[in-house]
Nanobody, 118 residues
């Protein structure tokens, strides 16, 4: 299973970006998907997750009301980020907990950089 993230870039504070993640591979299904981020010198932190039902979400308090995670296709999910703040600047990683024949496993995308200028 591979995850490919895209959509990062440079945006002014108050602006918006939309990140996208596409999963590919064989013989798997997704239990849950999400986005994490890692700011310089800090640990990776949860941003948002979405359960396989496509409706159950969980957001970090810092992004509630500004970010929205959505599943747009079976293997594609997005993170709409509005009202971006300089504190949102980070490398964003998409994530999926996947069912395989051998059991469940976590997968990560390669990371996409989000830069927010003040």
């Amino acid at each position: 299973v591979q995850l490919q993230a895209s959509g990062g870039g440079l945006v002014h504070a108050g602006g918006s970006l939309r990140l996208s993640c596409t999963a590919s591979g064989r013989a798997f299904s997704i239990n849950s998907m999400g986005w994490f981020r890692q700011r310089p010198g800090q640990q990776r932190e949860l941003v948002a997750t979405l359960a396989h039902d496509g409706y159950t979400t969980n957001y970090a308090d810092s992004v509630k009301g500004r970010f929205t995670i959505s599943r747009v296709e079976a293997l594609v999910w997005t993170l709409q980020m509005n009202s971006l703040e300089p504190e949102d600047a980070a490398v964003y990683f998409c994530y999926a907990n996947v069912n395989l024949f051998s059991g469940t496993k976590d997968y990560w995308g390669q990371g996409t950089l989000v830069t927010v200028s003040s």
